[in-house]
């Protein structure tokens, strides 16, 4: 069976616009990646996949490619679009990337690790007019990596294995697992990246590996959420009394259990701010208390008595 085009591996027509090639990659990147794909050929059809894209995603790359196509016995030997001096990964490393295996019990879930990020990242080429003599660093990477509110508060170390692309002594593509330890630093505000020294793409001729930049994202909870990078919303449950009267209530919280002043005649839907007890950053954010009312079941007669009392009082004193 002949091999198939580029045009054929994401599955669109010669004449598709840029907008049709990246729906079809998106799509087909999802459904092989090794990660979730139960392919036995995913990885390979994941770098086959990115190649693809890597070349009809830029208009003189797609331009040469199609010349190629028309006049198959006009380019170099191996049907490499970018000739024998091209890409020095061009044996499938186009468009490789790192992927996450998750483990049971892992800090890292799933969804912790953002790989449409890797991937944007790793379709950037090595692609030079003549063969490169000298070392050349790999690329540098980037992927999003979301921990949780606390880890920012008292720092925090993960580990996490990661699939990643290196070549074999025959120059192919291969992947092999790397487990890396992640140190998260007390303070770390959302945005920041954590770099990864030497684990970016492999370098070639002798070259330095790149790095890998984490970029932080928070996971969001209803009741938990950061703002500003570095300022954090939490909702808390307040008595009806607690809210009439105020006074001095203990309140859990990611910075530790907190004494704070409600004051009184508080209403569902109010703040209080308590000044740097936000994530403790070099410039420590605030910590922004959101008030809930909770109304308490009633579960006994005596409860419905009170409440009927209560009710009596504030119908005399509407009156």
Same mark, same amino acid.
């Given at each position: 069976? !002949? *091999?198939?085009? +580029? ?16 729906? !079809?990659?998106?799509?087909? %990147? ?32 797609? %331009? ?15 049907? =490499? ?36 990020? /890797? ?15 000298? &070392? ?30 290196? /070549? ?5 593509? %291969? +992947?092999? =697992?790397?487990?890396? =330890? ?22 070639? =001729? $002798?070259?330095?590996?790149? @790095? ?10 209803? @009741? /938990? ?26 309140? &859990?919280?990611? #910075? ?12 569902? $839907? ?25 109304? &308490?079941?009633?579960? #006994? *007669? ?18």
């Amino acid at each position: 069976m !002949a *091999e198939k085009n +580029y045009y054929e591996i994401l599955g669109v027509a010669k004449d598709a616009d840029k907008a049709e090639i990246k729906k !079809a990659y998106r799509k087909l %990147v999802r459904k092989y990646h090794p990660d979730v794909s139960k392919e036995p050929d995913a990885a390979e059809r994941t770098v086959e996949i990115n190649r693809a894209y890597e070349t009809l995603s830029n208009k003189e790359k797609r %331009v040469e490619y199609d010349e190629m196509l028309a006049n198959p016995y006009g380019r170099s030997a191996g049907g =490499n679009p970018f000739g024998q001096g091209g890409n020095p990964f061009g044996n499938g490393f186009n468009g490789g990337g790192f992927h996450y295996e998750r483990h049971e019990g892992e800090p890292f879930g799933a969804g912790d690790f953002n790989f449409e990020d /890797l991937f944007s990242s790793f379709r950037q080429s090595h692609t030079r007019s003549e063969q490169p003599r000298g &070392p050349i660093k790999g690329e540098d990477q980037h992927a999003e990596l979301s921990i949780d509110i606390y880890a920012a508060y008292v720092g925090a170390e993960r580990s996490m294995t990661l699939n990643v692309p290196t /070549l074999d002594e025959y120059g192919r593509a %291969v +992947y092999q =697992n790397k487990t890396l =330890n992640v140190k998260i630093p007390k303070g770390i505000a959302e945005g920041q990246q954590i770099r990864l020294a030497g684990q970016g793409l492999p370098g070639y =001729n $002798g070259g330095e590996n790149g @790095d890998l930049y984490l970029k932080i994202k928070f996971h969001d909870q209803p @009741d /938990l959420y950061v703002k500003n990078r570095k300022d954090v919303y939490q909702t808390i449950d307040v008595k009806p009394w607690e809210a009439v009267l105020g006074g001095k209530i203990i309140v &859990p919280t990611a #910075s530790g259990r907190l004494q704070v002043n409600l004051p009184a005649n508080s209403q569902s $839907g109010k703040s209080i701010r308590l000044k740097g007890k936000g994530i403790p950053a070099k410039e420590a954010g605030d910590l922004y208390l959101n008030i809930r009312i909770n109304v &308490p079941p009633v579960e #006994s *007669e005596a409860d419905r008595a009170a409440w009927e009392k209560l009710a009596e009082h504030f119908a005399v004193k509407q009156a």
